[in-house]
């Protein structure tokens, strides 16, 4: 049981805009920044967004992040076949004293 | 280029003890924290470690304390990540990743070294 919790599968056709969220707590998201990786299958995670909605350089401006209260999510719109992936959110918890991840989304694409 | 590459996995019995390893180049490796993170087969990503720029300061995850050991070595751009007293559900993918928990735009994993302890 993931600390913080994320729906295990998501689905959206090439072009739609799919929403993947993220809930946490007041001792992590509520309090900390909130980080997104992107693991291609057979990969290694990649960061995809950083202290809630920043993109490293190289990523897409399809990806976005957005962080409200004790949930956060991570947007991508113009769906391309290339996003199928699992998705992580990632944060602090102040109250384990640990890195706390979501249980990860797989993203299908249709 | 930045590049960090795990190596030491392998398969050990229940009990046993194995050390991994994390060479990086590319770039300041005593400027960072460093973290690792492991993936049990077909599951997520679970944090196992921390520690900061000097080695004064590490963090674990409950399941690991007392079996598990991170510490580095700045003079030769290395993590290690010494795992003792190893369980069946120690088994996953680690992974050394550059950075701690608030890596901003640093954050930069490695390709992973698997570790299998079964009998």
């Known amino acids: 049981q993931s600390v913080l919790t994320q729906v295990p599968s998501a689905s959206g056709t090439p072009g739609q805009r799919v929403t993947i969220y993220c809930f946490g707590s007041?001792?992590?998201?509520?309090?900390?920044?909130v980080y997104w990786f992107q693991q291609l299958p057979g990969t290694a995670p990649k960061l995809l967004i950083y202290?809630?909605?920043q993109r490293p350089s190289g990523v897409p401006d399809r990806f976005s992040g957005s962080k409200s209260g004790t949930s956060a999510s991570l947007a991508i719109s113009g769906l391309r076949s290339e996003d199928e992936a699992d998705y992580y959110c990632?944060?602090?918890?102040?109250?384990?004293?640990?890195?706390?991840f979501g249980g990860g989304t797989k993203l299908t694409v249709l | 280029e930045v590049q960090v590459v795990e190596s030491g996995g392998g398969l050990v019995q229940p009990g046993g003890s194995l050390r991994l390893s994390c060479g990086s180049s590319?770039?300041?490796?005593?400027?960072?924290?460093m973290t690792w993170v492991r993936q049990a087969p077909g599951k997520g990503l679970e944090w196992v470690a921390n520690?900061?720029?000097?080695?004064?300061?590490?963090n674990y995850v409950g399941s690991v304390k007392g079996r598990f050991t991170i510490s580095r070595d700045n003079a030769k751009n290395s993590l290690y990540l010494q795992m003792n007293s190893l369980r069946a559900e120690d088994t996953a993918v680690y992974y050394c990743?550059?950075?701690?928990?608030?890596?901003?735009?640093?954050?930069?994993w490695g390709q992973g070294t698997l570790v299998t302890v079964s009998s």
């Open positions: 990743a550059r950075g701690g928990a608030d890596c901003g735009d640093d954050c930069y």
């Open positions: 590319g770039f300041t490796f005593g400027d960072f924290w």
């Open positions: 520690i900061n720029r000097d080695g004064s300061e590490k």
């Open positions: 007041s001792s992590n998201i509520g309090s900390r920044y």
């Open positions: 202290r809630n909605n």
């Open positions: 990632a944060t602090w918890d102040d109250s384990l004293s640990g890195q706390v």
